[in-house]
């Protein structure tokens, strides 16, 4: 799946139709906002709490950013990136070259982070605000192209943060008379990345199905009874650690072995991909018990096996 613009008669034809939106792109402000909350929300009574709190504060770095430091305007060049990208994502994570703004949203990120650090933290914070800019630029295409064991969890949560940051900035430049593309739908559209988990929506596109990007922040559609990561549909179970209305559950795949929270906003209207995955790590450590594997990524939860 990829994104393309709409000549003005599909855009008119689109306006008239009951098509189900395929690509809903975030508003960061009031997704950090929302985050941030719902984190410190989930934090009370949980045996993770440390860790919601110090991702509750990170995100607050970045919703700061995001007002105070925004990204330079490229809505030209990404227009015509989409206009010449003949069928590639035009974000694409693994090859699209980023600008030396990352970085500066890293270092100030760092250091509006270090009020918050404990002693674990901060010779992290540390490390990265000297390392060089050729050390930076090769951990962060290392970190997008999967060879996390190569970053280390440490450095790749405040790496993707920045990252992410950046990226979900550009997202927000590009058209919006963009549509998805048919095709493999396991990444994102956007910008390749791997979900963090579903959700279920409410309200204008009630009972839909969204898979949320771990880096964009975009979201896209997807069938729900389909395996995210492999399209099949015969062997999918549902699984959860309270009872069958519970919020946030585990959709594995019998087929491919692999399995991707689903959060329901019909059941608790709250719920936020990465902060109620965070909180509910006992499922997933069940997950790894029946021999599945998580085919998303949460950016606070690198794997660096």
């Known amino acids: 799946m990829s994104i393309r613009i709409l000549p003005e008669n599909e855009i008119k034809q689109a306006a008239h139709s009951f098509e189900n939106p395929p690509l809903l792109f975030a508003n960061p402000k009031n997704l950090y906002f929302r985050r941030a909350k719902r984190l410190r929300d989930l934090a009370q009574n949980n045996p993770f709490a440390d860790y919601l709190e110090f991702a509750a504060n990170l995100v607050e770095v970045q919703l700061d950013l995001l007002e105070n430091k925004p990204i330079a305007n490229y809505t030209e060049k990404l227009t015509a990136c989409i206009e010449h990208s003949q069928g590639e994502k035009p974000l694409n994570a693994k090859n699209f070259k980023r600008s030396d703004e990352w970085r500066e949203l890293l270092l100030a990120l760092l250091e509006k982070f270090k009020p918050y650090a404990n002693d674990n ?58 549509r998805t593309e048919v095709g493999e739908r396991h990444t994102c559209p956007v910008c390749d990345s791997a979900p963090i988990a579903s959700v279920i929506h409410f309200g204008n596109t009630q009972g839909l199905r969204y898979l949320h990007c771990s880096l964009c922040e975009s979201e896209w559609h997807m069938t729900r009874s389909q395996c995210s990561n492999c399209d099949q549909s015969g062997k999918l179970d549902y699984w959860s650690l309270e009872s069958v209305e519970a919020p946030v559950k585990a959709e594995s795949c019998g087929d491919c072995g692999s399995y991707l929270k689903v959060m329901y906003q019909e059941k608790d209207p709250h719920v936020e991909p990465i902060a109620d995955d965070l909180a509910t790590l006992f499922l997933d450590a069940e997950m790894e018990q029946k021999d599945f594997a998580r085919s998303g990524i949460n950016p606070f939860l690198f794997q660096v096996e």
């Open 121 to 178: 933290v901060l010779p992290t914070i540390e490390w990265l605000e000297k390392a060089a800019n050729s050390e930076l630029d090769k951990l962060a295409d290392d970190l997008l192209n999967e060879r996390y064991e190569l970053v280390g969890a440490d450095k790749a949560v405040f790496l993707w943060a920045a990252l992410s940051l950046y990226w979900t900035q550009l997202a927000q430049q590009l058209p919006r008379n963009t």
